[in-house]
């Protein structure tokens, strides 16, 4: 569920540009009203943890909004007129989440910016979790897919997390009506209809163990998902003390960067090649089911998967206010802070760092995603050194992050119901497939970033 800003760090794989969803302007204001319920809703309703044995599961707010939103999407045909979502309304939420998730990425950006010096103390740690984003998922993932019987379907659901820069990839490589391309498209709406939910208890989950340091599983959750990553360094900031939560959000947007830029040619010239060999090597010791046919997604729902809408300077600065003025009431209701002079002045530097980037990656023909401007522009605010860099952090930093993560999950949720028909055509296999596959990225990152930060004598 990334921007298509966000959706790839390649040119050479960008996502095909569609109109914005004809839902009228009625149909806008209908869903930013439910939205606003949402995020009211889930953020009234507050963290709620529930305990697992030797660990517990914390359900946050920004999930609460995820699930309340989709849950009106299914309901929509059994509710009353007002309330409401039709399809329509569906695919106008999924155009505005991604725009909305620069809002995030510019609240990070301007965390890193100060951490800097810390961040690049990490070293090693930071440059080497790369790998296990891309090598965790293949190893988790590709074993498990060959048990199950999945011949070629599993490299593309295994070679990645499966998002649009690795529909891309696939569809270019192999064609999305290859094994490869059903395998991918399977891993994508898996990742979509469950992936921040999945991820938020996987990362709290691990968190409540004690097992690793929490900055290393902030490195694991930089996965290459705007959504995801916020689920995941939310359920392990929520169990840190304020002053760690903030660390943890700042390493785990920078992994995210990293993952969303160089890991796009991560993705396509090490990843797949290797799990392409690796299918080769393992399929005839571990692969099963021999002749079986993987159940077949709609080639629609491939095109309709990871069209990338766009909207006008005008209206994208309209969603970026309302957003972060959702955001606002979330961070009243959850985290106590009342939206004074000094919040609303914070949140306007986060939707002016937002609209400056937006506009650099207009002006610079698009080449390089807008996630990476918005994010130095962010960074760069906020670096020691930088003219009124202390009062722009004590500004911006007035608002939780988490709290500008829940009307993003908010929209996610709203959007989701459209891809459930695509979604139960697929194989029961595949979708724990692609389980594996996310929680090997997250594991993978989070032990080699573990291993770095805490070598063994």
Known sequence: MTSATLATGNPA????SHPVP???????????????????????IGNVAIPLGHGKIILLPLLWALLMGGGLGLAAPRLPQALRLPVSLQHAAGAILQPALLLFVAKLGLLVGGSLPKILGAGWALAFQEFGHFFGTMVFGLPVALLLGLKREAIGATFSVGREPSLAIIGERYGMDSPEGRGVLAEYLTGTVFGAVFIAVLAGLIASLGIFNPLALAMGAGVGSGSMMAAAAGAIAAQQTPEMAKEVATFAAASNLITTTIGTYFTLFLSLPFTVWAYGVLEPVLGRGRGRTETVPEPAAAVAAHAAPAFGLP????IWLATAAFGLVGNWLTYGTRPDGQVLIGAAIIVGAVVVGEALYRLAGRKLPAVVWVSLIGMALTYPGTPFAAEIAAATGRINFLALATPILAFAGLSLAKDFPAFRRLGWRIVVVSFMANAGTFLGAALIAQFWMHPPL
């Open 22 to 44: 004809q839902a009228g302007r009625t149909g806008f204001l209908i869903l930013f009203g439910l939205a606003l319920a949402v995020v009211t809703l889930a953020e009234a």
């Open 13 to 16: 794989v960008a996502p095909v």
């Open 315 to 318: 209206a994208l600065v309209l």
